[in-house]
């Protein structure tokens, strides 16, 4: 099955800087990419994700990079804000089947004012 | 309701008893997904209904893990004789296609602790 993997674990920065989090997959018949973001109790809530079809999506202060050959695909921040402190989870579906996600063991952001 | 809809949102179980936890999903949505997710982990995939259809739970841990959705809408993880390492956040998620490979709704999650 797909094994997705996430980096770094915890991640602070200072108000205003970027931040990146990095994720690779393992499954070349993943072709679908979102990122949640997951408050302290509260649910994952999907913030951008990403098709096979395009290399780069962006949204405002995020965005998203896929390189399907390398298996690796980014989310960015920039500009950051202290409301952006929480969890944040990639994750990869296989087109095939359920298509259910594949999740990264996550990333803490913490956002220093 | 607007969201996909939890119950309980915390429960205790005595080890060996037996648990049922609720999941309402955004009405008319097809997939319905049960995710387990331990503390300072992801979320992991348990099982999958197209409608009322099971049509994967290949991510059950054991046979104490049951889940249906008989008509296609409401669903509910059975778990019995629970085990401490049964203790986590159960997520529930639906979407409005088959599969999820467009955007996923999830619930707030039951958290349940094995005692």
């Known amino acids: 099955g797909e094994n997705v993997e996430q980096h770094p674990s915890t991640l602070s920065v200072q108000e205003g800087d970027s931040a990146v989090i990095k994720c690779t997959y393992s499954d070349s018949a993943s072709n679908y990419f979102p990122w949640y973001k997951q408050e302290l109790g509260k649910r994952p809530q999907l913030i951008i994700d990403?098709?096979?079809?395009?290399g780069e999506k962006k949204d405002q202060r995020i965005a998203v990079t896929l390189n399907k050959t390398a298996k690796h695909f980014s989310l960015h921040i920039t500009e950051t804000q202290p409301e952006d402190s929480a969890v944040y989870f990639c994750?990869?579906?296989?087109?095939?089947?359920?298509?259910?996600?594949?999740f990264g063991t996550g990333t803490r952001l913490t956002v220093i004012p | 309701g607007a969201g996909v809809s939890q119950s309980p949102r915390y429960k205790v179980a005595k080890r060996g008893q037996d648990v049922a936890l609720r999941c309402d999903p955004i009405s008319g949505h097809v997939s319905l997904f049960w995710y387990q997710q331990a503390l300072g982990q992801g979320p992991e995939f348990l099982t999958y209904f197209q409608n009322e259809a099971q049509l994967d739970k290949s991510g059950l841990p054991s046979d104490r893990f049951f889940a249906e959705r008989p008509e296609g809408s409401v669903s509910t993880l059975k778990i019995q004789r629970t085990q401490q390492e049964d203790s986590a956040v159960y997520l529930c998620?639906?979407?409005?296609?088959?599969?999820?490979?467009?955007?996923?709704?999830f619930g707030q999650g039951t958290r349940l602790t094995v005692v």
């Open positions: 994750a990869a579906s296989i087109q095939t089947g359920a298509n259910n996600l594949f």
């Open positions: 990403i098709r096979s079809n395009v």
């Open positions: 998620a639906s979407s409005p296609t088959r599969g999820m490979n467009t955007e996923a709704f």
